[in-house]
Nanobody, 126 residues
Framework: QVQLVESGGGLVQAGGSLRLSCAFS????????MGWFRQAPGKEREFVCA?????YYADSVKGRFTISRDNPQNTVYLQMNSLKPEDTAVYYC??????????????????????WGQGTQVTVST
């Protein structure tokens, strides 16, 4: 019943910026921790960042990407700056019940997320 819909992907030049959005519906948004993951062709899905009460980032994006959420709008954002060609991937938004995240379940562990969006393509050109 939960729906996650990503938007904002596209083509951008290296060094540029892009802002992704993820709209959440079907349940109470504030009950969920939110995460962003990405998958490049031929590679495994990898953790990008997450937000609960604080934020968490993969080393590869620290200082360049920022995750935020707007609870009244039921939306989570991913601001991506200083983009590199290696950032090219399909980006997925995911939701995890907040209670699970306090049971010792790590926000970086993708199989533990309860709901996933369809993904949005981000392509960074040289």
């Amino acid at each position: 019943q939960v729906q996650l819909v990503e938007s904002g992907g596209g083509l951008v030049q290296a060094g540029g910026s892009l802002r992704l959005s993820c709209a959440f519906s079907g349940r109470t948004f504030s009950n969920y921790a939110m995460g962003w993951f990405r998958q490049a062709p031929g590679k495994e899905r990898e953790f990008v960042c997450a937000i609960r009460d604080s934020t968490y980032y993969a080393d590869s994006v620290k200082g360049r990407f920022t995750i935020s959420r707007d609870n009244p709008q039921n939306t989570v954002y991913l601001q991506m700056n200083s983009l590199k060609p290696e950032d090219t991937a399909v980006y997925y938004c995911a939701a995890m019940l907040r209670t699970k995240s306090f049971f010792g379940v790590r926000l970086t562990n993708s199989p533990q997320y309860d709901y996933w969006g369809q993904g949005t393509q981000v392509t960074v050109s040289t």
